[in-house]
């Protein structure tokens, strides 16, 4: 496959199935994202890039070293989903949507919205969690990697690299292709390019060659992932029980 007939895999994926369930897996490395921060902050362009000022105050939400954490999504539909992330303390944090309810919204606003829902079970006060979970804690951002572009255009956002397909690969149980690209610029990106990072070296795609989900994504400094987001077991077209949407225990794995 080309570079930009992988990219349509990837926008494609949310019309290549009806339903999706997976087990995902964050690693971050706190001391390169420390690094790169630095970096920007010490460069001209990288200041007017992200509008920072030399006086403005530096902000670290991640750890000087390793951290990352579990979940696991079920999506049905935009009314219809649960993600469950394992907390630091033992403990689970669920989000989800078990349905839907007139917006209220003027037109053209959304005519709809979802019946949203978060609980928190076991473990300790949601204060002594550390900031990086906060992360976790958002669904669009583990959602990315298996609705794509219909949440991030991340399609969009490999383009403006040197893209190559490494091959094939097989992950998660999944046949898949291996996309990596090579920014041509540092500033390519006008934003945080989610669910990649700012200031690697090399980007990394692993795309299911059926459905176009990410399997993995990676962003890179000096060859060692800093962000990487990972499916670890995915299943798709499962008809789900209401129960899935609406209870408040953690759901078991088969």
């Known amino acids: ?44 362009a990288g200041r007017r890039a992200f509008g920072i000022s030399p006086e403005d105050p530096i902000y670290h939400w991640y750890p000087d070293g390793p951290f990352g954490w579990r979940s696991r999504a079920w999506h049905a539909d935009d009314y219809h989903w649960r993600l469950e992330s394992d907390r630091p303390d033992g403990g689970v944090n669920i989000l989800a949507s078990n349905g839907r309810s007139p917006s209220g919204a003027p037109p053209p606003g959304p005519q709809y919205m979802g019946r949203f829902w978060r609980h928190r079970v076991g473990g300790g006060s949601h204060e002594v969690d550390p900031r990086w979970f906060d992360l976790a804690n958002d669904s669009y951002w583990t959602f990315y990697a298996l609705l794509t572009d219909e949440i991030s255009g991340i399609s969009g956002r490999f383009r403006p690299l040197d893209l190559t397909v ?21 500033w390519d990106w006008e934003w945080e390019a989610d669910p990649l990072s700012w200031g690697g070296d090399e980007y990394e795609a692993v795309v299911d060659a059926e459905r176009g989900v990410l399997l993995r994504t990676a962003s890179r400094l000096r060859g060692k992932d800093f962000d990487a987001l990972e499916v670890e077991e995915i299943h798709f077209d499962e008809r789900f029980p209401e129960d899935v949407f609406a209870s408040r225990e953690p759901l078991p794995w088969p």
């Open 166 to 186: 490494e091959g094939t690969v097989v992950w998660a149980g999944r046949e898949a292709v291996r996309l990596v690209g090579v920014p041509r610029e540092r």
């Open 1 to 44: 496959m080309e570079p930009e007939e992988v990219l349509e895999l990837i926008g494609s994926a949310p019309e290549r199935y009806d339903t999706v369930r997976a087990a995902l897996r964050y690693r971050g490395d706190g001391s390169a994202r420390k690094e790169i921060s630095e970096h920007i902050r010490s460069t001209e």
